[in-house]
């Protein structure tokens, strides 16, 4: 079985009916752009995220930029950012004609406040932290500094819609919050968009017509301005994945716990806090032979990835920083750990969703003896059969897929299971296929695969059948 970093086709297949019928009907209006999707989208985003305002634009590097601009940062300003983001965080920067300064991170990826002070100058004009890997940044600490030395504060939130820290979202501390909804992202359109949120209402004026050439009315330019703008279809479609956004989110937190749980003592993994909730965009580990791991994952059909390898400050177009290799030791030493683990791809509610948690190595590179198996179906059970203390390897390995239908939900479950012991037996394969009923009305087809990879008799081997059967 092939377990794919990122699957945005599986979210489209639940929502699929709903986005062809309000393409067509935008279709039918002829109003393409700046309308009353757009309006409605914003409404609601702002609401969300707690704020006043929310601006839709082409992406979520074009918010970074007019957020910049409308702050009235440029030449010979200083902004104060992290080394371990995507590159938007920094060209946007230099191209409104400032200078990044970068600060390491802390053990969550984001940006230690504890260093900010020391990289303020008497031209430092703002803070852009950014909430790396869907946890946010510790913005009291970082609102604090700001006050204190008459900063701005611009979050980068493009990976964390949802999040919050204390009960506040992600986008709702800085004078502004600047969101990506690239399809990689845990909201996102079918291309690039982008949404900025704020409570400043000069912000939001001036930033409305800077969208949009900079237009006051149809025929007159206030400012020479840019042309990026959220359109009627892509944001009817962010407006219709706002309504499961929260449920995504939460089913997230759920696989990385089961990741946490069922991964403690094998790799570095991430500590959340009591007072935060992360959307875990990306579930982040870490190991000393993070090459070899991943190797081995690959091996056995699981995608993963590395993203941002090599450090911002490192990179060529930075050269005229004038940083080198060690100036930020945590950030650089991440960057040769981390893994990034199989991306779920955000699917309809409960219905549309496929998830696997798998256990990631074994002693002595064994197979895995314990996976915890989990569909996004509240009325399938979660299972796991774990080795008694004392006993030889001895148990199902079971990945999960679900074949759905649109219109009458869950049709099949096919469940891939191992078993394995510690003797060997010739290599063979049986098949049995079960009819099971989980509630009334819910009718599931179970097709268990079982390949006898190490011996046992038959009886044992019936009976551990049978037990995996009464936890399903």
């Known amino acids: 079985m092939r377990i794919p970093f990122v699957n945005p086709g599986l979210q489209y297949k639940g929502l699929r009916k709903e986005i062809l019928k309000r393409f067509d009907e935008i279709s039918l209006t002829g109003n393409y752009v700046l309308g009353k999707e757009l309006e409605q989208f914003e409404r609601n985003f702002a609401d969300f995220c707690g704020t006043s305002f929310a601006i839709g634009v082409g992406n979520g590097s074009d918010a970074l930029s007019f957020s910049l601009l409308a702050l009235g940062i440029g030449d010979g300003d200083e902004v104060i950012t992290v080394p371990n983001s995507f590159v938007a965080c920094v060209w946007t920067i230099v191209n409104a004609g400032a200078k990044p300064v970068f600060v390491d991170v802390r053990k969550d990826f984001n940006i230690n406040p504890s260093l900010i002070e020391k990289a303020i100058t008497?031209?430092?004009?703002a803070i852009m932290p950014v909430h790396l890997t869907g946890r946010v940044a510790d913005m009291?600490?970082?609102q604090k500094i700001a006050t204190i030395n008459n900063l701005s504060v611009i979050e980068d939130a493009a990976q964390a819609v949802g999040a919050s820290y204390k009960d506040k979202k992600s986008g709702s501390f800085g004078d502004t919050g600047c969101f990506s909804m690239h399809p990689l992202k845990n909201l996102h359109v079918h291309g690039d968009g982008g949404v900025l949120t704020t409570s400043n209402e000069l912000l939001y004026e001036k930033i409305i017509k800077m969208r949009n050439h900079g237009l006051k009315n149809r025929n007159e330019s206030e400012f020479w301005g840019w042309n990026s703008r959220l359109d009627e279809i892509q944001a009817s479609i962010a407006n219709l994945k706002l309504n499961y956004l929260e449920e995504w989110n939460d089913r997230f937190r759920e696989i990385a716990l089961y990741y946490i749980n069922e991964l403690t003592g094998l790799v570095d993994l991430p500590a959340i806090k009591e007072f935060e909730k992360p959307v875990f965009h990306r579930f982040i580990i870490q190991h000393n032979q993070r090459d070899n791991l991943r190797d081995y994952l690959t091996k056995n059909g699981i995608q993963t990835a590395i993203n941002y390898p090599l450090p911002l400050h490192l990179h060529e177009a930075s050269k005229n920083l004038g940083y080198k290799k060690g100036d930020f030791p945590i950030a650089e030493k991440q960057a040769k750990k981390l893994i990034y683990s199989a991306k779920k791809g955000g699917a309809h509610a409960a219905k549309f969703q496929t998830y696997?948690?798998?256990?990631?190595?074994?002693?002595?590179?064994?197979?895995?003896?314990?996976?915890?198996?989990?569909?996004?179906?509240?009325?399938?059970?979660?299972?796991?059969?774990?080795?008694?203390?004392?006993?030889?390897?001895?148990?199902?390995?079971?990945?999960?897929?679900?074949?759905?239908?649109?219109?009458?939900?869950?049709?099949?479950?096919?469940?891939?299971?191992?078993?394995?012991?510690?003797?060997?037996?010739?290599?063979?394969?049986?098949?049995?296929?079960?009819?099971?009923?989980?509630?009334?009305?819910?009718?599931?087809?179970?097709?268990?695969?079982l390949t006898c990879l190490e011996s046992l008799d038959w009886v044992t081997w019936m009976v551990m059948l049978l037990v995996a059967l009464s936890y399903a």
């Open 356 to 449: 696997k948690a798998n256990k990631l190595a074994a002693k002595k590179s064994k197979l895995i003896d314990r996976v915890i198996v989990s569909t996004d179906d509240k009325r399938i059970k979660n299972f796991c059969i774990k080795k008694p203390a004392g006993e030889p390897t001895g148990c199902l390995i079971v990945r999960t897929c679900l074949y759905l239908d649109a219109t009458s939900g869950i049709t099949r479950s096919t469940l891939l299971c191992s078993l394995t012991t510690e003797r060997l037996l010739p290599t063979n394969l049986s098949m049995v296929v079960l009819p099971m009923v989980l509630e009334p009305g819910v009718k599931v087809s179970l097709m268990l695969f």
């Open 140 to 142: 009291e600490a970082i």
């Open 122 to 125: 008497s031209k430092t004009k």
